[in-house]
């Protein structure tokens, strides 16, 4: 495992999202509550909307393009053929910590 | 051998108390009764009615001479009790001393008398025994004027004697509404009409400041320096606990004469009973609590084991033909809810508190029959969660399997108002349903009931269900999405009337059944929110579409759009420069000219908003908003300054409208057109609002579209001045704000509503349009402003939070 720090907890607004850049392509961090945070892939399935840019509720996003829904604990479309890959992240004293061995494998995979 | 008992004060309390002895006990006590008034006891809280001479006070002695003698009460009426020593177990009367073994206080309280000059002129009265009543009598049989201070149950109690017997009645209330204590703002208002017809005059957050009067009182002088002129004047700004004996004899007392659960003082032999004790904290002013104290003192003094307890009150004014009930605790709090029924024709006014399934307070005006049956369910805690949806119309619709909405309605009488907008009664709706009105539609047609803010909508088909039975068929509601209930007008409308001020509280209030809500139904809140609630909250871009969130268009590629303010499509060679240098310095693919006037640049990568945005704002160039639910544009033709045919300044309006438009939040899009003359050429008809002007002014039109629906404009009415245009166009947009369901555009909802409504406020009603203009405005006065110039500042958000290309690939 590889630990990254890649930011503060309230560089990202409550409710919303970040993108980060990666060799593999973008991920997006999602907090969705004061100290809640899920990563998961920019890209949505359907035709590439980015997801950093979605309306975040509950623990899941809507593609700000055609309004599919992803559980940010699976990746999960909602009702539809498709899911975005989730990886590990971590809150350790409000900065965020992503583990970007994880982050190679899945996105390679 | 018998206990000898000494009572100070033939109150009340004190009169249950020895009832309960002489009862129980006939021969343990040997009880000698001293009262300050030259009687024994009555019942007190009638000499209201004494007052307004629906009694005399024959009717209200509880216990006459007789009674005394033949308990063997030894009496020593009209003597103050001056001192008492604990050491010596004496009292000491006006006329001499008396031993005790077991002494009881029950010296009830005195009235407060506010410390201003002129207190103790003669004509200043206070409301508490019978003396302080016949002189208010005899005060009144010579007429004239008289000013209550106190807007309390006494207060009114004395003010409607009072003008029952002729007398002038004025009432000076430091509060905001009568009986605050016991009644909320609804029903404190009801009860000031009341009052008010019956020709008193009420004056509310009206402080006094003197009583004056050569000799004697003949005004009352209020803050501010007015002077209403007073014959008499009631002091009943409230009452203290009457200690004075207490303390002097060293007894502990805070606010009141401190007891236990049996009432003992801090001297075992001495106790303590009524208005003058506090117990834990509390002071009693009403005589349910203090009939309790009653019975457990004198259980206490024959040797019997018994605890007082605080229980709720509940309250009436004895003002014939003001029906009022209150009990409980009926503050708004955190994890209360509110039932509220009105009935504004019949002044009815119900509103129960709840609080984990849980009725904790009661207010009823107009309608109290009901009053004990909730006290119970307070006093009981009853779990109400069963009859919840009933529980607003009483006991006769509760009861096993006939609780049912239905039967409430039912139940109304049929001049009860149901649609408050049109002031359409139950009858003309029943009638109507009975001429052949089958469904809301034809209902709305035929009696308007329904067809303006919607919010009887419910009631209606309720009616219609009643009416009709099983012909006719309940339409589901359209819930706003599935994360709650509601629809669209219930969750504005309980926004409003439960003031409902963040979206916390409606999730909370309004029952939402996920965390924070999704992307249809929270966009929907936050502009209900923001919409109606300008000041107190603000608007959260995480609730919003990126569109509104970046101030910008995504595109399908996830770039954006920019496009800058043109106002009234008005531009100069400074900003086209400047939309050329941001174009070639972004490398913008497109450069497009709008259908709305103005120039597009499209395929700006989402990291360089903020600073194409900065580049622009230089030159004074301004969010277009072209990507909110907001005011777009307004299209303009030339005009009079260089058209043939241009009958007034159409470029200059339009410009002015746009300027005190923009940045407004809206339901949906808005969008005008400014048209110099009928060949029109802004193709003004086809818009949210059209401005055509002619020779004689402007004729305004709304509604229209030309998107996915074609509809040309209807009149909204003809301006004379620019300035009147220009009220009528906010008045109206401030309208479609307040009331609209969110992404309806205009032409939709005006034609839920109907343009006739729309025009009675925008158009006839002045005052109403003075009022919307002004809302519109406190609402402007935070959100006209350049988005654009705000996010620039905050350009690092635009960027990846971070780069990871290096690591990621190792
Ligand atoms: C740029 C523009 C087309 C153009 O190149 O001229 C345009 C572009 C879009 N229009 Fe439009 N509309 C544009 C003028 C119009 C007009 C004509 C006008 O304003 O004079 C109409 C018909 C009038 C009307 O508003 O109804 C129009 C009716 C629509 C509609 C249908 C609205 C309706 O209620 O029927 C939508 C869809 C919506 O809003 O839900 C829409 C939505 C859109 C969106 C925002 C679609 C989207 O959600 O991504 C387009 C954004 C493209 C982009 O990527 O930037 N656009 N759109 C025009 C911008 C005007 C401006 O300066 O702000
Ligand atoms: C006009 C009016 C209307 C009211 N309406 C209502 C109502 O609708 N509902 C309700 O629940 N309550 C009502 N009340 C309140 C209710 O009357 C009182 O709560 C109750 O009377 C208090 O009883 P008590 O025995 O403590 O005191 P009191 O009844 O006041 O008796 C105290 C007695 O002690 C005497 N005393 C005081 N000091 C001495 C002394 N040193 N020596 C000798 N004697 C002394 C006083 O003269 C008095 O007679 C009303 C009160 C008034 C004045
Ligand atoms: S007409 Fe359709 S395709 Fe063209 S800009 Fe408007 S929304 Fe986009
Ligand atoms: S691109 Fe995400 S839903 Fe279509």
Known sequence: ?109 | MKQKLVVIGAGMASGRAIEHLVETAPDAFEITLFNAEKRGNYNRIMLSPVLSGEKAYADIVTHDEGWYAAHGVHCRFGEHVVGIDPEMKVVVGENGHMPYDKLIIATGSAPFIIPVPGRDLPGVITYRDLDDTNAMISAAEKGGKAVVVGGGLLGLEAAAGLAERGMEVTVVHLMGHLMERQLDEAAGYLLRGDLESRGITIRTQASTKAIVGDGRAEAVLLEGDETLPADLVVMAVGIRPETRLATDAGLEVARGIEVNAQMQTSDPDIFAVGECVEFDGNLFGLVAPLYDQAKVLARTLMGEEDAFVVKDTATKLKVTGCDLFSAGDFADGEGREDIVLRDPSRGIYKRLVIQDDRLIGAVMYGDTADGNWFFQLIKDGTEIEEMRETLIFGPSFQGGDTADPLSAVAALSRDAEICGCNGICKGTIVDAIEGGASDLGMVRAATKASASCGTCTGLVEQLLQVTLGDDFEMPAAQPICTCCDLTHEDVRRLIKSKELKSQDAVWQELGWKTRNGCHVCRPAVNFYLLADWPLEYRDDPQSRFVNERKHANIQKDGTFSVVPRMWGGITNPTELRAIADAAEKYDVPTVKVTGGQRIDLLGVKGEDLPFIWADLNKVGLVSGHAYSKGLRTVKTCVGTDHCRFGTQDSTGLGIKLEQVLWGSWTPHKVKLGVSGCPRNCAEATCKDIGIICVDSGYQISVAGAAGMDLKETEALGVADTEQEAIDLTIAFVQLYRENAKYLDRAYKWVAKVGLDWVKARVVNDLDERARLIEAFELSQSIYRRDPWADQTKAAAAFQPLADLTLEAAE
């Open chain 1, 1 to 109: 495992m590889s630990w990254i720090d890649i930011g503060a907890i309230e560089d990202i607004p409550l409710r919303g999202a970040r993108k980060i850049k990666t060799a593999l392509g973008c991920v997006a961090i999602f907090r969705t509550g004061e100290q809640e945070i899920f990563a998961a892939s920019n890209l949505c399935p359907h035709k590439g909307g980015p997801l950093s840019e979605g309306i975040i509720h509950d623990q899941s996003v809507t593609c700000p393009l055609h309004n599919w829904v992803f559980d940010l604990n699976t990746g999960q479309a909602q009702g539809e053929d498709g899911s975005i890959s989730t990886f590990p992240v971590e809150i350790r004293d409000d900065r965020i910590w992503l583990d970007s061995t994880e982050l190679a494998k899945r996105s390679a995979a």
